[in-house]
């Protein structure tokens, strides 16, 4: 049994999907008024927009490829995020890491990003000006990177790429555009760590993913 399969086992998956090679399709040009990344970066680390930032230790931008096919957004850093830096680490993002590896993905191939990029307090959920005031960051990386696929991780990040206060059962299992890439809403890695049983049903939302990439 390889690393895949076994993945897929773990988190009691057993269907097997193949990755389609197709060719690259034409992306569309980043809005020539965003930042580049370099300016992007240090305008985040020194963001004081929202309360957010005197109360967490560092800004979480993002990480991975910087021109990749597939994003993953979630919602905000907790305190793990918050001491290394970097979005889903600890057992939510070997998770993540798990899922990526049972689509055939590393997590170094994708780029994965919060729409709130400071720790709020005690873990709550990003209040809608936080959101506010954190998206044009998050718009911004999208442009930069002009991925084929987004995928939402939890409610929090399907509501800011959708504009929309459905909860996620209304959102799953249909292809949504945000700015005229495809969306796929999924379950956030630490709602799955909570709701095992869930996890067959994130694996149909990465397959939805999947195939929406191939068809593009």
Not at 102 to 128: D, M, T
Not at 140 to 161: D, F, Y
């Amino acid at each position: 049994m390889d690393r895949r399969e076994a993945v897929l086992r773990e988190m009691n998956l057993y269907p097997t999907w193949v990755r389609r090679e197709t060719a690259e399709a034409p992306l569309p040009e980043a809005h020539p008024s965003c930042m580049d990344w370099p300016e992007l970066k240090e305008k985040v680390k020194g963001c004081t927009l929202c309360p957010l930032r005197a109360g967490c230790r560092q800004t979480v931008f993002g990480v991975g490829n910087e021109k990749a096919q597939w994003l993953f957004v979630g919602e905000a850093p907790g305190a793990e995020e918050d001491a290394k830096g970097e979005p889903f680490v600890g057992q939510a993002g070997r998770l993540l890491d798990n899922m990526l590896l049972a689509i055939g993905l590393k997590r170094e191939e994708v780029y994965i990003a919060n729409v709130v990029k400071c720790r709020p307090p005690s873990n709550r959920q990003p209040h809608a000006g936080e959101m506010a005031a954190c998206l044009p960051y998050l718009e911004n990386q999208i442009a930069l990177i002009q991925p084929k696929i987004i995928v939402a991780l939890g409610r929090t990040a399907a509501s800011a790429l959708l504009n929309t206060d459905q909860p996620i059962s209304a959102l799953r299992g249909i292809v949504h555009e945000h700015r005229g890439i495809p969306v796929v809403v999924s379950f956030h890695p630490a709602y799955l760590l909570r709701t095992p049983l869930d996890k067959a049903k994130s694996w149909k939302d990465l397959c939805l993913a999947s195939a929406t990439v191939g068809r593009h």
